[in-house]
Nanobody, 126 residues
Framework: VQLVESGGGLVQPGGSLRLSCTGSGLALDQYAMGWFRQRPGKEREGVSCITSNGGSADYADSVRGRFTVSRDNAKKILYLQMDNLKPDDTAMYYC????????????????????WGQGTQVTVSS
């Protein structure tokens, strides 16, 4: 099982980025998936979760209305569209896959996910 993130980089405040996560070695369409981030000096935190069929998603309060998660199960790709980025969004971003189809109530906790990517760095700075 392998998850590989891409799309990170340096962006100015107010700018946008789209992260991608490509999965291999697993039936991605059977798993809920999530995005997490780890800001400097802080613990890893849940950003978003999307159900296996893409029909429902949830977000952390800090990103709701600015970030949009989506997935293309045919291509085995998970996306995170990030708009109106703020310096506080600077972090290493990770994708993760759960062994269930729905986003659990505890989805924002790392323990809710089984498989993890290596991360992609997002830096928001002028």
């Amino acid at each position: 099982v392998q998850l590989v993130e891409s799309g990170g980089g340096l962006v100015q405040p107010g700018g946008s980025l789209r992260l991608s996560c490509t999965g291999s070695g697993l039936a991605l369409d059977q798993y809920a998936m999530g995005w997490f981030r780890q800001r400097p000096g802080k613990e890893r935190e849940g950003v978003s979760c999307i159900t296996s069929n893409g029909g429902s998603a949830d977000y952390a309060d800090s990103v709701r209305g600015r970030f949009t998660v989506s997935r293309d199960n045919a291509k085995k790709i998970l996306y995170l569209q990030m708009d109106n980025l703020k310096p506080d969004d600077t972090a290493m971003y990770y994708c993760a896959a759960a062994t269930n189809r729905l986003c659990l109530v505890s989805w924002s906790r790392q323990e809710a996910f089984t498989y993890w990517g290596q991360g992609t760095q997002v830096t928001v700075s002028s």
